[in-house]
């Protein structure tokens, strides 16, 4: 949340594009990673410069087994922030004002709805579940992370996913789980007969989501539902 706050910043209160500041804080974001892991080492280790932390304490803590099911208290999150989102944005004046300021902000703006903080309250938010996102990604399937890695390219796989659901969250949560499907034959394809005879290396079901991604979007890009104000800086003296 802190981070999305330089989002706030250039994009509210400065009204600059909001694709380059998220481009540039996408960089940004790998590069501060790797410093403050690194600052994590050296301070156990001054020789040690590495930037890599291992967390499988931590990790534990998570995941619960039920035979050989593994269980992750992630999912029930995920199911929880869906409830909660679906609630936030369609039942409550709050979700209501959000979705307005994001259709028609001059709209909004004439019966005295602050759109700069209900902008900054979506900000934040997005900043909060991006957060989420990145504990999720680097513990789920391991238990050390080298931070220079970065998250190969998933921010911009959300952004799929959220284009293909319609910025709707009961659509978005089915996309997810279409995507996630494709992504979990990776680690599992081998015990599935069938797929395990089509001999194909792993980094083919690997790029599954980003090929399912670019066609999904090359069909429907052109009947996005997208808020018809997302992107565009508010200038109130347009209203």
């Not at 029930?76 to 959000?98: C, D, E, P, Q, S």
Request: with cysteine; proline share 3%.
């Amino acid at each position: 949340m802190l981070y999305s706050c330089l989002l706030g910043f250039a994009s509210i209160q400065f009204n600059a594009d909001q694709t380059l500041v998220g481009t540039a804080m996408n960089m940004l974001a790998t590069a501060a990673a790797t410093i403050i892991a690194r600052s994590f080492n050296t301070m156990k280790d001054p020789n040690n410069v590495s930037n890599t932390l291992q967390y499988i304490k931590q990790k534990r803590a998570f995941i619960k087994y039920f035979g050989r099911f593994e269980f992750n208290w992630f999912m029930v999150v995920a199911v929880v922030m869906l409830i909660v989102g679906y609630i936030l944005l369609y039942k409550t004046r709050f979700g209501l004002r959000l979705m307005a300021c994001g259709e028609n902000p001059q709209a909004a703006d004439a019966v005295s709805i602050n759109v700069y903080k209900m902008r900054w309250a979506g900000v934040l938010i997005s900043g909060f579940l991006g957060g989420l996102g990145g504990i999720v990604y680097i513990t789920a399937g391991v238990s050390e992370w080298k931070f220079e890695v970065g998250v190969a390219g998933f921010g911009f796989l959300a952004l799929a996913v959220m284009i293909f659901g319609q910025w709707k969250p009961q659509y978005i949560a089915l996309t997810a789980l279409m995507f996630g499907f494709f992504r979990a034959l990776s680690n599992v394809y081998t015990g599935i007969p069938f797929l395990k005879a089509l001999n194909l290396d792993s980094k083919i079901y690997n790029m599954m989501p980003y090929i399912i991604s670019l066609i999904v979007l090359a069909f429907t890009s052109k009947n996005s539902a997208a808020p018809k104000a997302e992107g565009i800086p508010y200038d109130k003296s347009t209203r």
